[in-house]
């Protein structure tokens, strides 16, 4: 894909008052546009304080009293593909202003906020003012956002009364509110007004217009650039209803409104329900766990998004709403067991996108995975590399895990034999472009001037440090990619076998004893009981207790003896806080519990953890971090895991420290609990030999029992039930049904 990069002189005078050649609108300068002149980042808020919806490629953030505001906040908008097509969004009326009076997330795509006004302004005590006035906002986002205002007058008589709504639209690419600097922007077009529809226009530094409109169903009496007003007679519990949407289309096309709320809510609803039927079921004894799980169903179907004819899910909101290879990959391993569905489109998703080239920008290299696919105006003019981008270390090992899982699973082999191709070619970039130097073991060192310095999933500047905060010269091998290397030469061997290709498998099965040696040689730190954290680009050992040691367990690379140490250190109180295993020891001076990935806890590194110990026996162990994983999902908003929180210790603390800009929902935090569970209850898929094994279940300390029902093993579905006697957890299989009669479930109690 060829990139073009735009120069400051590409900058279109707004001054000139030119007519844009395929809308004939006038060029206007951003303040003119939108009211303000920069993005107005002071009035930042929490990601975790705004109220997120979410369907397929848009998505909404508003402060939960619904609006956008003040105009340009950075943390808010309604967005599509990357940019904020709706940058001001506030609802006022007569008499005093709004108090919130609830604020109802009641599905992943729509919500339900209450207002009231005081009678003060309508001939009530000024003394005893009393709630006279309610506002029911009901907000919607399928491809576009649809709001029902429902006012109501509580007063014994009739009111004048109205109500506007403030719009703006500053065609930010979300970038930008991240932080980015631009030299230039593109061209802002002077909106256009209509009896119905409020219309914005950008012509972004790529030459792509953009357009986004705000459609009234009910004609306001008033309507300007800015927003439009209606006034009306409320009569007494007479409720009076306004609709309206917003929508964003690429050129030429024109916007209508739609169909109203509840045929769109019915759409809606109909696809959620789809999804939870094709899920398996988790429920137990505790309500508030099982709510957990079930507002994780529903956030994975919301962050589903459909990009070039493939769906796919998406990392999280409000960063990162795009497929990632990373976190795509992870979260399709930890809800194998819930819905395989996601694994096949992930694997279909990113082998359609593999690498085939040699491109220093985006670093894109024949055979890799890539890491991140961004669809706004930096991208396309070429001012960011993410088209996509492949700065990952991890991501086409961790593909090639993905594919023998998922075969596990599923038994399809039609799908083994569809990806090989593909799968062969990530075994070649393993050898050939990830192991740098050629010593064995697989670095990164970034070629992009505009790419990540730390292609790790700690991909943040400072996530890979000496114990005293110096950062490590490149190239770097980190611990947990050498596991998934060689995690992924074992399992590609057995696909391989099965292709009855035996030389391949003979040859992969002793590349991955040799690199099992060499990390156990030159990774080991016997002082500190873990594997170094990295080898930096002089091979000397970065001696930092983190959590990535424990992505080793999960790839079954150490032997028993030295798993057992790492397992005691991860839960040991510098690294387990209470509320999980952060991811670096608090006995560090580079710890810091508020740092994003320096002292921080993340719900998916506790589960691949968890996975792991449970695969070397050591499910009793990890109890605690499910334990208080389901605690954080307790008292968490929603129910709702988060992308990670901060690793301030318990100390009898209620709730977790949040992090503030912690996206959420966020796809491998929502699949966090059911890989924990699927370890713990020592649940191991062989659908090719058409058995389920369950070895040695141990149900979390909060549970007395626990059902899974529609569990796809191969072409079958298996309900199992757990329960607790006395120190024992015993299984019981309610039902097998297969189109293939020979599924069975194996049960090993220890």
């Known amino acids: 894909m060829k990139t073009t990069h735009a120069t400051s002189d590409q900058r279109v005078d707004s001054e000139l008052g030119q007519a844009d050649a395929v809308t004939g609108q006038e060029s206007c300068s951003m303040e003119e546009a939108v009211g303000y002149a920069k993005l107005p980042c002071e009035h930042e808020m929490p990601v975790a304080d705004a109220i997120a919806l979410k369907h397929d490629r848009v998505f909404l953030l508003i402060d939960r009293s619904g609006n956008i505001a003040p105009a340009g906040r950075c943390s808010l908008g309604l967005f599509e593909d990357d940019t904020r097509i709706l940058s001001h969004y506030e609802l006022r009326g007569a008499g005093s202003p709004p108090v919130r009076l609830s604020a109802q997330l009641v599905q992943p795509f729509t919500a339900r906020i209450d207002l009231a006004v005081n009678d003060h302004a309508f001939g009530g005590d000024s003394w005893d003012p009393k709630h006279a006035i309610h506002l029911e906002r009901e907000l919607i986002v399928d491809d576009a956002l649809l709001e029902r205002l429902t006012l109501t007058n509580f007063l014994v008589r009739p009111i004048d009364y109205w109500v506007e709504l403030s719009v703006g639209c500053d065609f930010a690419d979300i970038f930008e509110l991240r932080g980015w600097k631009r030299d230039a922007r593109g061209q802002f077009l002077r909106p ?131 497929v990632f290879g990373r976190d795509s990959i992870i979260t399709s391993i930890e809800t194998l067991p819930l819905n395989p569905t996601i694994a096949v489109d992930t694997l279909r998703y990113l082998a359609r996108r593999q690498g085939t080239r040699e491109n220093s920008y985006t670093e894109e290299q024949p055979g890799r995975i890539m890491h991140e696919l961004r669809r706004g105006e930096l991208a396309r003019s070429g001012e960011i590399p993410h088209v996509p981008y492949y700065g990952t270390i991890d991501a086409t090992p961790l593909w090639l895990v993905l594919l023998h899982e998922t075969w596990r ?204 110990l449970s695969l070397y026996g050591l499910a009793a162990d990890a109890l605690p971090v499910v334990g208080a994983t389901q605690d954080a999902a307790a008292v968490a908003d929603l129910n709702r895991l988060p992308e990670l929180y901060c690793g301030v210790s318990r100390d009898g603390a209620a709730a977790p420290v949040s992090y503030p800009v912690s ?84 049960i090993e109690l220890g």
């Open 192 to 322: 256009v007004v209509e009896d119905r529809t409020i219309r914005f226009a950008y012509r972004g530094r790529d030459g792509a217009l953009i357009e986004s409109a705000v459609c009234f169903r009910e004609r306001p009496h008033t309507i300007g650039p800015r927003g439009a007003r209606w006034s009306f007679r409320l009569e007494p519990g007479v409720p009076v209803e306004l609709e309206w949407d917003v929508q964003c289309r690429r050129r030429h096309s024109s916007v209508t409104v739609g169909a109203n709320f509840d045929q769109r809510h019915e759409r809606l609803t109909g696809i959620y329900d789809a999804w939870r039927d094709d899920c398996s079921c988790w429920s137990s004894d505790v309500e508030v766990f099982d709510a957990a799980l079930s507002r994780a169903v529903d956030d994975l179907c919301s962050l589903y998004v459909t990009a070039g004819g493939d769906r796919a899910i998406s990392a999280g909101i409000p960063w990162y709403s795009t």
């Open 409 to 612: 699973w599923t038994g399809d082999l039609e799908l083994v034999h569809e990806l090989l191709p593909n799968a062969r070619r990530a075994l070649e970039w393993i050898d050939r472009y990830g192991d740098i130097d050629g010593d064995g073991l697989v670095e990164y060192a970034s070629t992009s001037a505009r790419g990540l310095v730390n292609q790790g999933w700690k991909d943040s500047g400072d996530g890979v440090p000496f114990p005293d905060g110096r950062l490590p010269q490149p190239p770097v091998a980190l611990i947990e990619v050498q596991g998934y290397v060689y995690d992924a030469k074992i399992r590609a061997a057995e696909l391989f076998d099965r292709a009855g290709d035996a030389d391949t498998a003979i040859r992969l099965r002793i590349e991955a004893e040799r690199l099992r040696t060499q990390v156990s040689d030159r990774f080991w730190l016997e002082d500190l009981g873990t594997f170094a954290l990295a080898l930096d680009g002089q091979k000397r050992p970065l001696p930092t207790v983190a959590s990535n040691a424990g992505h080793l367990l999960w790839s079954r690379l150490p032997d028993s003896a030295h798993a057992s140490r790492v397992g005691r250190t991860l839960l040991a109180p510098d690294m387990s806080c209470g509320w999980g295993i952060r991811t670096l020891s608090s006995r560090h001076p580079v710890f810091n519990p508020m740092s994003y990935h320096n002292g921080s806890v993340w719900p998916h590194d506790n589960a691949l953890i968890i996975m792991g």
């Open 663 to 746: 996206c959420s929902p966020q796809a491998w935090a929502s699949g966090a609990l059911f890989l924990m569970l699927q370890g713990v209850l020592g649940i191991l898929p062989d659908a090719p030999r058409h058995l389920l094994h369950v070895r040695n279940p141990v149900l979390p300390t909060h549970l007395q029992e626990l059902t899974i029902t529609n569990l796809a093993v191969g072409r079958g579905r298996v309900a199992l039930h757990f329960a607790r006697h006395a120190t024992r957890t015993l299984v019981n299989v309610l039902s097998i049904e297969s189109e293939d009669a020979a599924l069975q479930v194996r």
